[in-house]
């Protein structure tokens, strides 16, 4: 009988050390939440995994073992079969992984970035084609655009579908079941600038699939990686927001999988350092304002059936005078050239917001076309003050000298804000003054 109940305790003792293959699905500090079949355990993390760059990341497929006092740690990284990873703008050569063991990446951006700014996608499908993965881009808040605006973005999109593997657009319901049919039963990564609706495509998808419909009316911010498992096998990795997966070492094949036609510019710039952004010579920068290269894009467009828009060169007004009017994309107001009291209008009068057109005053060169607020006013030297602005989508300031016509007193409220908010109690104010000899 005691040989018989020592057998079967071996036999216990040899299960409890034998190792279990699970998948990392969060990663905090010196632990991991792993998926070991329907559990979720945590479990501690060799130093060798913390102190490594890019020994472990969500969607690894890892084994654990049971430790002291009931806990687990992780004993092995097994292979990846597929690995994405950006590039990083703090440490040039340096490379951050983002997700193994995929089947796609899911690129988001809102409708309002689309129509705006580009690059983020181009990243992306360079990105999942260097991985060997799908990549699937998905245009968020799509109903907050006006209709003729969609039949513009409309033409944009249909020259992506050439590229990536699907082009989807959040508002319609038909679309968003075949985006969910195709991400189902795969592993897939969902990246996309802060505040573009990551989470909320995500918990849509698997409620989707799992016949819900409760959603969080606020979903919280997305701090660090976390994978989301739903029904049919179906795993999501949702991502902090990211602004520019900062690419290194871009080849010219790689170029001419996304945007052919700044491929073949490239190398007519003055300079082989060239960025194409701000520089005198670059050859990008002078397609872009005579608009040769959306000409290029949308005979694209006419090839599979439709129409060619009439593109305008972009104008040039560092040298010329600029009698533009226009609306303001903030408040509405219609703005003429009259009334500035100069020769250039550069923002409204009635709101002193602007738009990121320019990388130098005039050169209407800027690929942004964020709204640009004014966020303080300064002194020059000759006594003429001026605006600071700060674009909202990419956070470059500039100065602007003011207009004539410009809103008197929002131009005192911007100059006094800081007045309203000093570094000290002001009840304070005589007795520092004291304190420092001038009383």
Same mark, same amino acid.
């Given at each position: 009988?005691?040989?018989?109940?020592?057998?079967?305790?071996?036999?216990?003792?040899?299960?409890?050390?034998?190792? /279990?293959?699970?998948?990392?699905?969060?990663?905090?500090?010196?632990?991991?939440?792993? @998926?070991?079949?329907?559990? @979720?355990?945590?479990?501690? &993390?060799?130093?060798?995994?913390?102190?490594?760059?890019? =020994?472990?990341?969500? %969607?690894?497929?890892?084994?654990?073992?049971? =430790?002291?006092?009931?806990?687990?740690?992780?004993?092995?990284?097994?292979? $990846?079969?597929?690995?994405?990873? $950006?590039?990083?703008?703090?440490?040039?050569?340096?490379?951050?992984?983002?997700?193994?063991?995929?089947?796609?990446? @899911?690129?988001?951006?809102?409708?309002?970035?689309?129509?705006?700014?580009? %690059?983020?996608?181009?990243?992306?499908?360079?990105?999942?084609?260097?991985? %060997?993965?799908?990549?699937?881009? *998905?245009?968020?808040?799509?109903?907050?655009? !006006?209709?003729?605006?969609?039949?513009? &973005?409309?033409?944009?999109?249909?020259?992506?579908?050439?590229?990536?593997?699907?082009?989807?657009?959040?508002?319609?319901?038909?679309?968003?079941?075949?985006?969910?049919?195709?991400?189902?039963?795969?592993?897939?990564?969902?990246?996309?600038?802060?505040?573009?609706?990551?989470?909320?495509?995500?918990?849509?998808? @698997?409620?989707?699939?799992?016949?819900?419909?409760?959603?969080?009316?606020?979903?919280?911010? /997305?701090?660090?990686?976390?994978?989301?498992?739903?029904?049919?096998?179906?795993? *999501?990795?949702?991502?902090?927001?990211?602004?520019?997966?900062?690419?290194?070492?871009?080849?010219?094949?790689?170029?001419?999988?996304?945007?052919?036609?700044?491929?073949?510019?490239?190398?007519?710039?003055?300079?082989?350092?060239?960025?194409?952004?701000?520089?005198?010579?670059?050859?990008?920068?002078?397609?872009?304002?005579?608009?040769?290269?959306?000409?290029?894009?949308?005979?694209?467009?006419?090839?599979? !059936?439709?129409?060619?828009?009439?593109?305008?060169?972009?104008?040039?007004?560092?040298?010329?005078?600029? =009698?533009?009017?226009?609306?303001?994309?903030?408040?509405?107001?219609?703005? =003429?050239?009259?009334?500035? !009291?100069?020769?250039?209008? +550069?923002?409204?009068?009635?709101?002193?917001?602007?738009?990121?057109?320019?990388?130098?005053?005039?050169?209407?060169?800027? &690929?942004?076309? %964020?709204?640009?607020?004014?966020?303080?006013?300064?002194?020059?030297? +000759?006594?003429?003050?001026?605006?600071?602005?700060?674009?909202?989508?990419?956070? /470059?300031?500039?100065?602007?000298?003011?207009?004539?016509?410009?809103?008197?007193?929002?131009?005192?409220?911007?100059?006094?804000?800081?007045?309203?908010?000093?570094?000290?109690?002001?009840?304070?104010?005589?007795?520092?003054? !004291? $304190?420092?000899?001038?009383?």
């Amino acid at each position: 009988m005691k040989k018989k109940k020592l057998k079967e305790k071996i036999q216990i003792q040899n299960t409890e050390t034998e190792k /279990t293959e699970a998948t990392v699905v969060k990663i905090m500090n010196k632990q991991a939440q792993v @998926l070991a079949g329907d559990r @979720l355990v945590t479990c501690l &993390l060799p130093q060798a995994l913390v102190s490594r760059k890019n =020994a472990l990341v969500v %969607g690894d497929r890892v084994t654990i073992s049971p =430790a002291d006092n009931k806990a687990y740690k992780l004993s092995e990284v097994m292979p $990846r079969e597929t690995a994405v990873f $950006r590039g990083s703008r703090r440490s040039k050569g340096e490379v951050i992984l983002i997700a193994a063991n995929i089947h796609y990446l @899911l690129a988001v951006v809102t409708a309002d970035y689309f129509r705006h700014q580009a %690059g983020y996608l181009e990243s992306a499908i360079i990105t999942a084609r260097r991985a %060997g993965i799908k990549i699937i881009i *998905l245009i968020s808040r799509w109903d907050l655009v !006006g209709e003729s605006e969609k039949e513009l &973005l409309e033409k944009k999109i249909s020259l992506y579908r050439q590229t990536a593997d699907f082009v989807f657009t959040g508002s319609d319901q038909a679309e968003f079941m075949a985006m969910t049919a195709e991400v189902s039963n795969k592993t897939g990564v969902v990246v996309g600038d802060r505040a573009c609706g990551k989470s909320t495509i995500i918990h849509k998808i @698997l409620n989707s699939l799992s016949k819900e419909e409760k959603i969080p009316e606020k979903l919280p911010a /997305t701090h660090s990686s976390q994978m989301e498992t739903g029904p049919q096998n179906t795993w *999501l990795i949702d991502t902090p927001g990211f602004r520019d997966f900062a690419l290194q070492a871009v080849t010219e094949e790689e170029k001419n999988i996304v945007f052919p036609e700044i491929a073949r510019l490239t190398d007519m710039c003055r300079f082989s350092s060239c960025t194409h952004t701000h520089e005198e010579g670059c050859a990008v920068i002078q397609a872009l304002r005579e608009g040769r290269i959306e000409r290029e894009r949308y005979d694209a467009y006419q090839g599979m !059936g439709g129409r060619t828009a009439k593109m305008k060169p972009q104008p040039d007004y560092r040298h010329t005078a600029c =009698a533009e009017s226009f609306v303001c994309k903030v408040c509405g107001a219609p703005v =003429a050239p009259e009334g500035a !009291g100069s020769g250039h209008r +550069n923002h409204c009068p009635r709101c002193l917001s602007s738009l990121h057109v320019d990388n130098r005053p005039g050169d209407r060169a800027s &690929l942004c076309r %964020g709204v640009m607020e004014p966020v303080g006013v300064w002194v020059r030297k +000759n006594g003429e003050w001026a605006i600071i602005h700060r674009c909202r989508l990419c956070g /470059t300031f500039s100065s602007n000298r003011i207009a004539a016509d410009d809103n008197p007193a929002l131009l005192l409220s911007i100059a006094v804000k800081p007045l309203t908010s000093p570094p000290f109690p002001l009840n304070k104010l005589e007795e520092m003054l !004291g $304190r420092n000899g001038m009383s």
